[in-house]
């Protein structure tokens, strides 16, 4: 059965769909299948050619409800779903359904304030910063407000994500074949945090026949660069290259 990770919070601009992205994209490089639900009516889907994980739509509650049950189904997988913000009875059915609930915030007085309130309202949620200051003495201010205001929710806050400014690619329509290697290693870095969290077996051993016929009812034939799932509902997910394994590091672009 697969797990589930939501991304969610009350807030716009947080970073949600760069960290739900970034997150697909890692474990696709980690050799793990994922699929990046969008929840935002606000926002189009974006075309999963060339990026390492599947795209489903999930606008409609009825959309919703169908793509999770099509991707709890598939045995080994993760399913990434990006909240929308500012929607409160939708971060809480988010919040029952997941494994893993993921609250991204910036560094911010305003995101602070609202992370910690979403802290006490989920208690098993973690908090991400995000787009964190490059910048030595940014940074270290920071962290220290970080210190300051979140001490008491230590244990439940990631690494830090990175200011960084090809992440933005990610949230293109259409992506290049090639991404920056900094990005995949944030990819990379913030996926292996999610892992160790859900404790999931990456030992990049090929993958397994039950996990190969999953990748074939969903995203056809391996290389296939863009193909259609369709399952008895209709089509809820699209694209991806299969089946995947853990990719080299490699240096430049290419990542
Ligand atoms: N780590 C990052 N580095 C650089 N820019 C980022 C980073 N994370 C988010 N952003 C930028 O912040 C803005 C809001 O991010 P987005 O993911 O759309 O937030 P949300 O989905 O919560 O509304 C976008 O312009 C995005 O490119
Ligand atoms: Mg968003």
Redesign the pocket.
């Known amino acids: 059965m697969a797990d589930i990770i939501c991304v969610i919070?009350n807030?716009?601009?947080?970073?949600?769909?760069?960290?739900?992205h970034?997150l697909c994209q890692g474990l696709g490089l980690l050799g793990q299948r994922s699929v990046c639900v969008l929840t935002?009516t606000d926002r189009e889907p974006l075309d999963p050619l060339n990026r390492r994980y599947l795209t489903a739509d999930a606008r409609t509650h009825e959309a919703l409800g169908k793509v999770m049950d099509k991707i709890r189904s598939l045995d080994a997988w993760l399913g990434v779903v990006?909240g929308g913000?500012n929607r409160t009875e939708m971060d809480h059915r988010l919040y029952g359904l997941a494994d893993l609930v993921l609250l991204?915030f910036?560094d911010s007085h305003e995101d602070i304030r609202t992370v910690i309130r979403d802290l006490e309202r989920f208690p098993r949620a973690y908090a991400v910063p995000?787009?964190?200051p490059t910048n030595a003495w940014q940074r270290e201010t920071a962290n220290r407000t970080l210190n300051e205001f979140l001490a008491p929710y230590q244990d439940r806050i990631l690494d830090p994500?990175?200011?960084?400014?090809a992440?933005?690619v990610l949230?293109q329509k259409q992506i290049p074949p090639g991404l920056p290697t900094a990005l995949g290693n944030?990819c990379r870095n913030v996926s292996y945090q999610v892992i160790d969290l859900l404790q999931l077996d990456v030992s990049g051993e090929p993958v397994s026949p039950t996990r190969r016929q999953a990748t074939t009812a969903v995203a056809g034939q391996a290389e296939v660069a863009s193909v259609k799932a369709v399952n008895a509902g209709g089509q809820v997910l699209s694209g991806m290259r299969a089946p995947r394994f853990p990719a080299p590091i490699r240096f430049g672009y290419g990542a």
């Open positions: 919070g807030k716009g601009g947080t970073g949600k769909t760069t960290l739900s970034m935002d990006d913000g991204p910036r995000m787009q964190w994500v990175a200011a960084l400014s992440s933005k949230l944030a």
